[in-house]
C-alpha cells in the first residue's frame, strides 16, 4: 500500500472543528446557477455529507436533480454559493482559485463517466500528466505510473493511445490517473455508465479493491445498482439534499430513482 505524502497530514490549525479523521465534510452546501434571465436555479439546497477514511458512499437520484453538481462542489472543482466543505481536515471554502486547485491535486481523484483522457498521449503519459503538472519530476511520474498502471491491469497497454484501448481499458487508464497524485478521496460520476454490464462489474471491482488497499475514500454517482449497493452506504439526492436510501442489487429501481444514465 502506498504511504500517503507528509503533506496529507492535515495542519492542526486546520483539522475539521470536531477534529475526526473524516476525508471529506460538507455542511450546508448550496450551489445556485443564475440563468440567461436572470432567474436563479437552486440546485443544491443545504446538503450535509461526511465521508469517513475508506468508507464507500454512493449517491443516487434521478437525472437533473444535481449529482454532477455536488460532485463538483465535493471536489473542489466548483465553487459553492454557500455552505462549508473540509477535505483531508482542511478547509476548502474561502480560499483563492490557486490554492483551491492545489488541494484538490493533493487530495481528490476524479473519474467521470467518459474518460477524459488525452488522445495524443499514451496510457502511461496520460497516468503521468497530474504528477508532473505538480511538479515532480519525470523518472518519479513514470515509475509512479508504471505501479499504478500495473496495479489496474494494464502493463501491457502502455504505449497505447486512449483510442487503440477498449472502454473498459479507458476507465481503468482514468482510474489509474485519479491515483496518480495519492488522493485520500475518488469522486466517481457514473463510471460505468458508459460500459457493458460484464465490463462494469470488472471496473467495480476494482475501485473497490483500490479502496481497500490504499484506505481511500469512495463516493460515487451513479445508476448502477449493483454499484450502489456495495457502497457501505447509499444516499438519495432529492430536492437539493441527500437522504438515506436502501438499494438492493436485486430489486428495480424505485419509482423515485429511475433513470436513465445521462449523456
Ligand atoms: N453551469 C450551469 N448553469 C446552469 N444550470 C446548470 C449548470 N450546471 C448544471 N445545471 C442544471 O442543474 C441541474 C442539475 O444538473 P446535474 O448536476 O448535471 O444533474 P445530474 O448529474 O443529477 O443529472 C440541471 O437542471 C442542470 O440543467
Ligand atoms: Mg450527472
Redesign the pocket.
Known amino acids: 500500500m502506498s504511504k500517503p505524502r507528509p503533506d496529507h497530514e492535515p495542519d492542526p490549525a486546520e483539522r475539521t472543528p470536531n477534529g475526526s479523521s473524516l476525508t471529506l465534510e460538507a455542511r450546508g452546501l448550496r450551489r445556485s ?3 440567461g434571465d436572470g432567474s436563479e ?1 437552486e ?1 443544491l439546497r443545504g446538503v450535509d455529507l461526511s465521508v469517513g477514511t475508506g468508507e464507500a458512499v454512493s449517491i443516487v ?12 462542489v465535493l471536489g473542489a472543482l466548483d465553487r459553492p454559493t454557500s455552505g462549508e466543505l473540509f477535505l483531508g481536515g482542511r478547509t476548502i471554502t474561502g480560499r483563492s482559485g490557486r490554492e483551491l486547485a492545489r488541494l484538490r491535486n493533493q487530495f481528490v481523484g476524479f473519474v467521470f463517466q467518459f474518460h477524459h483522457l488525452l488522445r495524443e498521449f499514451t496510457a502511461l503519459e496520460n497516468v503521468m500528466m497530474p504528477r508532473l503538472i505538480d511538479g515532480s519530476p519525470r523518472a518519479e511520474a513514470e515509475a509512479r505510473a508504471r505501479e499504478l498502471l500495473e496495479a489496474v491491469g494494464l502493463s501491457p497497454r502502455l504505449g497505447h493511445k486512449p483510442w487503440q484501448l477498449s472502454g473498459g481499458e479507458q476507465q481503468r487508464v482514468a482510474v489509474a490517473r485519479a491515483l496518480a497524485n495519492e488522493p485520500v478521496v475518488l469522486l466517481a ?1 457514473e463510471p460505468s455508465g458508459n460500459l457493458d454490464a460484464r465490463t462494469s462489474e470488472a471496473l467495480h471491482d476494482l475501485l473497490f479493491r483500490i479502496r481497500e488497499e490504499r484506505e481511500l475514500s469512495l463516493v460515487l ?1 451513479t445508476h448502477n445498482r449493483e454499484l450502489a449497493a456495495r457502497a457501505d452506504r447509499t444516499l438519495l ?1 432529492t430536492e437539493g439534499v441527500l437522504e438515506p436510501t436502501q438499494i438492493s442489487p436485486e430489486e428495480p429501481w424505485s419509482a423515485k430513482t429511475a433513470d436513465q444514465p ?1 449523456p
Request: hydrophobic share 45%; charged share 10%; no cysteine.
Open positions: 446557477f443564475t440563468l436555479l440546485v437520484g434521478a437525472s437533473g436533480t444535481g449529482k454532477s453538481t455536488l460532485l463538483h460520476d454517482v439526492l445521462t
